[in-house]
């Protein structure tokens, strides 16, 4: 199976469309054919998303929330690291 993070442009893109790459996307992550990874920020970005203006009509808010749903029974959670880089320019 395929670990993929599906970024939230793409979650949008797939929900709002009834076709498309992104669609596939979330048609197999959905059916298993790939792993979703989420951590604690992106999931919190795409709960965020449910709430603002940037759906069409091609799906209601209760099947969006189920998506989300769905998408978290079939994922795995992962814990993500930031590493601080610091660069330092000289003239």
Same mark, same amino acid.
Do not use: H, M, N, P
């Given at each position: 199976m395929i670990p993929v #993070?599906?970024?939230t442009n #793409?979650? #949008?893109a797939g929900l709002r469309s009834r076709g498309g790459?992104?669609?596939e996307v979330l048609r197999r992550a959905l059916t298993g054919d790939i792993q979703v990874l989420f951590g604690n920020a992106l999931w919190l970005e795409y709960q965020d998303l449910l709430g603002r203006p940037?759906?069409?009509e091609t799906t209601t808010p209760v099947?969006?929330?189920q998506v989300l749903a769905a998408l978290a029974?079939?994922?795995r959670w992962v814990t993500v690291y930031y590493q601080i880089c610091a660069v330092v320019l000289q003239p």
């Open positions: #993070v599906i970024d #793409v979650f #949008v790459a992104s669609r940037v759906w069409g099947e969006r929330i029974k079939r994922g």
